[in-house]
Nanobody, 113 residues
Framework: QVQLVESGGGLVQPGGSLRLSCAAS????????MGWYRQAPGKQRESVAI???????NYADSVKGRFTISRDNAKNTVYLQMNSLKPEDTAVYYC???????WGQGTQVTVSS
């Protein structure tokens, strides 16, 4: 059974940082492309960052230079380091195994003073 469990969300002030984690089980993590997506209230879910099995990365223009996606295959975990957070980054953030087509349950990130 595929399971993706996100953690690390919360409330942060503008300009602050958070690191999201996504622990995967039930998949061969090392061969899976992984991604972080987000959905703000009233908006469609959008891709934030993707990392291939080989470590190549791709980012949405809105987060380039502020967010970093990384993976630790030994821990079956993908991370999203988010710096210089803005109120418009407020959303539920979801982890996805692109290769296996599985989603996590999401974690709320709120950027507000």
């Amino acid at each position: 059974q595929v399971q993706l469990v996100e953690s690390g969300g919360g409330l942060v002030q503008p300009g602050g940082s958070l690191r999201l984690s996504c622990a995967a089980s039930g998949i061969i993590f090392s061969i899976s492309a992984m991604g972080w997506y987000r959905q703000a209230p009233g908006k469609q879910r959008e891709s934030v960052a993707i990392i291939s099995s080989g470590g190549g990365t791709n980012y949405a223009d809105s987060v380039k230079g502020r967010f970093t996606i990384s993976r630790d295959n030994a821990k079956n975990t993908v991370y999203l380091q988010m710096n210089s957070l803005k109120p418009e980054d407020t959303a539920v953030y979801y982890c996805r195994s692109i290769t296996y087509g599985a989603w996590g349950q999401g974690t709320q990130v709120t950027v507000s003073s």
